[in-house]
């Protein structure tokens, strides 16, 4: 059965620094990974997602993710945090053929700190 | 383009009480979404509407919900009887296509509280 693990469930970071949010994802193949935020209020918007290729993948608002096959790792980073990066982040698999749902990770809440 | 709404935002009910959330997905996409978070959770999937039918429904909990889609437009999810445990966010969401390449457009979600 497919699984996503986020490991860290509240982070805090100082506005500029660097981010670094964990995924690990279990599945047969490689699925399809996604990236959502959901800042107070609002739903879900989705940041980036990787199918094939380049396993680096460029998202919106900076953000970025590195799909690591030998670590079946997903992690998210961010060079320079700003404070309205301050949310919560969902990491979640997909099967390829698009009919079996999303599994999503428990989610990390991000704060920002001056 | 207005994006998935839903209404209300926020219901607060006793156990035992009926509630139905309701969902407007994006004008157009046949497949809509509905998602289950539980305090301190995951993401739960409930189930999957293409246009009016039911593509999947394996992640209701129970049959004290049911969801229905008339018209494959918009969508409700009832509540009946509600219990304490089926307190949390529910969230909507909606797709063009049935393929992940395809955007799913969440809601704002409803939070539900059962007293």
Known sequence: ?114 | EAGVTQFPSHSVIEKGQTVTLRCDPISGHDNLYWYRRVMGKEIKFLLHFVKESKQDESGMPNNRFLAERTGGTYSTLKVQPAELEDSGVYFCASSLRLDWKYEQFFGPGTRLTVL
């Open chain 1, 1 to 114: 059965a497919q699984s996503v693990t986020q490991p860290d469930i509240h982070i805090t970071v100082s506005e500029g620094a660097s981010l670094e949010l964990r995924c690990n994802y279990s599945y047969g193949a490689t699925p399809y990974l996604f990236w959502y935020v959901q800042s107070p209020g609002q739903g879900l918007q989705l940041l980036l997602k990787y199918f094939s290729g380049d396993t680096l993948v460029q998202g919106i608002k900076g953000f970025e993710a590195e799909f690591k096959r030998s670590q079946s790792s997903f992690n998210l980073r961010k060079p320079s945090v700003h404070w309205s990066d301050a949310a919560e982040y969902f990491c979640a698999v997909g099967a390829p053929s698009g009919n079996t749902p999303l599994v999503f990770g428990k989610g990390t809440r991000l704060s920002v700190i001056a």
